[in-house]
């Protein structure tokens, strides 16, 4: 049996354990260290249930391999007792009924705390934005949202978020194509509500001729995972959808969007937005997209994706593996942009629309593997 020996911090105190690979973060704390308070619902990272503190920062710790934990700084919902602002939501929780049986609300909690100390001035859309990573079956968040709400508006004896104690664990990069360049960087927008990715990647082929496909917006659809268009461009106007599989989940969303191309510069800009029926969730976005010529057969394409997502599937734009699984997209988009320029004409017109959705479940195991193994890879 492969272990892997860790130190790790829980609510302040330090503990060392040899760990085997599969085991998470959740169990860990639950079975080894008997902190109960950490509820498991879901174990698929999508019901908040198991939301603990992790550097400082509120993660879902059924998704979390406690092998990648090494240094960190855990605080569950029993290390609060001596805080201040959790001690006013509690009595918050309870004067407005904000529980019924009691399940969600450990990692409810934690996320409200989040939301006291990082948005002091959030309003009741702001706070039902940030709860919709957490859900709760019994009580219809009206009493959570008022308790939160008179939190902020008692204004509690300020107690800063921790500040982390380390990088936040993030699974290592994905093995690129020679085509993806490993450029790429990630970072969060100053504006809390967005987040921002950044990628790079070559292809080899004239800037031009990569030019001449990009002006072709259709046929940039069609290399794009999951996207279709639901009717012609209209000028610099486009409606169609998105379509996106997290395991048991599928999302699609239909949308519009404009496009502004600036041809001296080999620049353009696409801002749109969406909305997924089924889930009852929205997303926005900006994408902006420059050709830089490397050499006279090679292009090189900066994208710059600002994002946000609100609803029942906001909790899919947090953590580092929303960038493993834009790398793995990205690969997929150059792939199909390649081909494309390889035809006989680059610029001739798309043989049918791409209807295949994103697999992103793929995605999030494979990523998931990676990251729960790489403690054990030699450097």
């Known amino acids: 049996m492969i272990t892997r020996d860790i130190t790790i911090t829980v609510n302040g105190r330090t503990h060392r354990a040899s760990v085997e690979p599969r085991t998470s973060l959740a169990d860990f704390l639950r079975e080894s260290l008997l902190l109960t308070g950490t509820h498991l619902g879901c174990e698929q990272g999508v019901c908040g249930a198991c939301t603990v503190n992790l550097d400082g920062a509120p993660a879902r710790s059924c998704i979390v391999s406690v092998a990648a934990c090494d240094g960190a700084d855990v605080r569950t919902i029993e290390g609060f007792e001596d805080d201040a602002v959790m001690a006013n939501l509690r009595r918050a929780f309870s004067a407005s009924h904000a529980l019924q049986c009691g399940y969600c609300t450990p990692g409810m909690l934690i996320t409200s705390r989040d939301i006291v100390t990082r948005l002091p001035d959030a309003d009741e859309h702001r706070i039902r934005v940030e709860l919709s990573g957490n ?16 939190v902020l508006e008692s204004r ?49 082929f004239p800037r031009d001729a990569v030019w001449a496909l990009f002006g072709d917006f259709p046929r940039v659809v ?5 996207a279709s268009l639901t009717a012609d461009p209209d000028g610099g106007h486009v409606i169609g959808k998105v379509a996106v599989k997290l395991g048991p989940i599928r999302a699609e969303f239909a949308g519009e969007g404009d496009i502004n191309i600036d041809a001296a510069a080999y620049s353009g800009t696409v801002r749109g937005m969406g909305l997924d ?23 090189r394409v900066d994208v710059d994706v600002a994002f946000a997502l609100s609803g029942t599937l906001a909790q899919f734009s947090r953590g580092g593996i929303v960038n493993a699984v834009a790398d793995r997209m990205t690969q997929m ?19 049918g629309p791409q209807t295949a959705e994103l697999e992103g479940g793929r995605f999030v195991l494979s990523v998931l593997w990676a990251w729960l193994m790489s403690p054990f890879r030699r450097p």
């Open 277 to 299: 029926k089924g889930h009852n969730s929205r997303a926005k976005g900006d994408v902006i997209y420059r050709l830089t010529e490397e050499d006279g057969n090679t292009t």
């Open 135 to 150: 859900l709760c079956r019994c009580t219809g968040y009206m009493g959570i949202v008022e308790a939160i709400g008179g």
């Open 222 to 226: 069609v290399c794009m995972p999951g």
């Open 156 to 204: 509690p004896v300020a107690v800063p978020m921790e500040a982390p104690t380390r990088a936040a664990a993030a699974p290592p990069p994905m093995p690129p194509k020679p085509t993806v360049p490993a450029a790429r960087k990630t970072a969060v927008d100053t504006d809390p509500k967005m987040t921002r990715l950044t990628q790079s990647f070559s292809v080899g």
């Open 333 to 351: 988009f150059v792939a199909n942009l390649e081909a494309a320029l390889g035809g006989a004409d680059a610029t001739a017109p798309r043989a």
